[in-house]
């Protein structure tokens, strides 16, 4: 076929036709359809079903491009047709013709059935190949008809691709044998039975509107096991995922089962994962069936100021975490109020990206208490005093010779404290020796419109308190090193005990962090952007550094709210939503480090 191409160009070429009669016998060409058709398989990665015939094309037109040189004073015409052959994209073209018409693309389809309904619209014959991958499409019976149908086909797999099959069309065979009352398990049986080609005799589903379907970004904020998912409609098209890990959604047609990928995609083919409408009522009956725990953590009453005696509280913020942790850190991970809550799987995420203008994103630093995240964040601001700043807290204590309100403190009244607790303002606050101490939202917010990087420390459980579109926190979760890491570097550490005296870290030390630790980021990952290891101090320091950087300057996933703008009156009504939802969810820890250091 091609040489009579190639024949006809030196023809034309011979009697000098025009340059457009010339053009129109290339594009009408046989072989430069089989080309691009070639071309748009290996792109998409689909079946060849039209297999090209003519091997090297390539050598062939390097023929036509030899022919062409030779003639004497060429035409216009001539000239083009020298470009064109020449053209990087032709090439391209020609060469991935030779090396896909040189390869062996099997298996060889049977024939199709001898006995094909006069109304080819009526049916469709479906050879697919099966191969170690899933068929990728689930089946349904009609309770009333009991006919069997496609429930759905899974986005990127194998029935995808073929572009042949489509929910809710009606089954009609498989490999011959008829599924007319059969049960969906049997015809599956018959599937998995099947080597090789598998023939689907179908009636296709009427046409509808095409759905449009474009991929949404979740964050799950939970674990999710398709092997223990009984109501998994098919187990090995489900998806396991953990908490914290990005998901690309790209079908949520179906309002129980969702079509997702993992973030970053590694492969076309989806899996199935619940639908956040499922997965609350899943979590309802669970909730609703379990047995009312006995819960044993302390959970401070935010009406009233915490009593320094009933919480252990001492004027060292590390002490506290420490007595608190020792006390109720089990009880308290295992059963506050998000693993019970009914509160969403999933977090719509989009891409942010901070513009130079915009505030800068407050920096939390998150980890159980010794692992060192106030010893980074000294370091940080040691660092670079001029780029990063912690937010002033507000006391009640008086002020002491050479303190300056709104410097070291505000300083305020106990009444004006009360007040703001009442106005829900403080993202934190506490008693300590008998004054009240706070750190206010605005006391960031202060920080973050001077230009400057501001970074605390926080409970994980005050999070999402400070998840906010406004502060758009990033969480950067510190993690112990290894036990030998921890031994060599922690060689000169002191901890603070109960007895507010300084000693250095025992095995025992080391087994709680790790253990508090572990337990903080089975829970809370899902709020943490990043983890960095504090093994060593320098590298630890520098890393958070780079972290940093990125998050103000990189793109980065963020809660879909955070990116309405905070004029709008979308942006206004979910901020007042988000408030609203806010009340009562006061934490109640402090952290000043300006008395304790
Ligand atoms: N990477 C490190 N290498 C060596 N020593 C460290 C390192 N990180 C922290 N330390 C030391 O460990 C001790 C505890 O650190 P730090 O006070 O920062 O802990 P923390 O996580 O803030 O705990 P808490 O909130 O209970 O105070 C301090 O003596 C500190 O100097």
Redesign the pocket.
Known sequence: MLTSVVEEIRRAVTRDVSGSQLLHTLLRAPWLHSLLKVYDCLLEFKTLDHRPTLPHASSLAYQIMDELRTVQCPSDEIRELYKILQSPHIQALLSSHDSVAQSDYGPVLPPLPEELPGDEDAMRIVCLVKNDQPLGATIKRDEETGEIYIARVIHGGLADRSGLLHPGDLLLEVNGNPVEGLEPEQVIQILIHSQGTILFKVIPNTPQNATTNSSIFMRAMIDYSPQQDWSLPCPDVGMSFRKGQLLEVVDQTDGHWWQARKLPITTSCAGLIPSASMLKSKRREQWWSQPVPIHTCIRPDVSKPVDEKSAGFRRS??LW??MAYRGCRLSCYSCSPQSTSLSNPYEEVVLYQRSPQDNHRLIVLV?A????????RKNLMKMKPSTFQGPIPHTTRPMREGEQTGREYHFVTRELFEYMVCNHRFLEYGLCGGHLYGTSSDSIREVLKMGRMCII?AEPHSLPALRSRKLKPYVIFIRPPERDVLRL??HH???LTSCCTCRPYTEEDYEELEEASGLMEMKYRQLFDRTVE????EE?TTELLSIIQEAQEEEQWVPAPWSVPEESKQGKQRDKKIREERRGGLTYTMDYTSDVY
Do not use: C, Y
């Not at 208490?369 to 980074?376: A, I």
């Not at 504090?534 to 101090?537: A, P, T, V």
């Open positions: 913020f590390r975490r420490r980890g208490s010794g692992v060192g995240v106030n010893e980074l420390d570097t922690r550490a002191r901890i504090n093994g060593r101090l630890a």
